[in-house]
């Protein structure tokens, strides 16, 4: 699956923003794991939020109440609503995914920047 993330900007604190995450190639449901993660200058990436196969969800604590993953099956595209944001959510964010519970993440694609103004 090819994987492009899009929809990042420049917001004010306080702001909101809508990652979009368009899948091709392959069905997001084939996959397990549904994931946004985040990579800020001068630190490594880091996990923000994963949908499973079956809608579950989980969150980074640093995001949790804020931020919200969803899929739609029919366009094939996963979401990252954000809420609140913070300067410190500035950075490039990526969708990936994993095949199986066990698998390493990956199919990353080209990430979206979120600049968070204070």
């Known amino acids: 699956v090819q994987l492009q993330a899009s929809g990042g900007g420049l917001v004010q604190a306080g702001g909101s923003l809508r990652l979009s995450c368009a899948a091709s190639g392959r069905t997001l449901r084939d996959y397990y794991y549904t994931g946004w993660f985040r990579e800020a200058p001068g630190k490594e990436r880091e996990f923000v939020a994963r949908?499973?196969?079956?809608?579950?969800?989980a969150y980074a604590d640093s995001v949790k109440g804020r931020f919200t993953i969803s899929r739609d099956n029919a366009k094939n595209m996963v979401y990252l609503q954000m809420n609140g944001l913070k300067p410190e959510d500035t950075a490039t964010y990526f969708c990936?995914?994993?095949?199986?519970?066990?698998?390493?993440?990956?199919?990353w694609g080209q990430g979206t920047q979120v600049t968070v103004s204070s």
């Open positions: 949908i499973r196969r079956d809608g579950d969800r």
């Open positions: 990936a995914v994993r095949s199986i519970m066990t698998a390493p993440w990956g199919n």
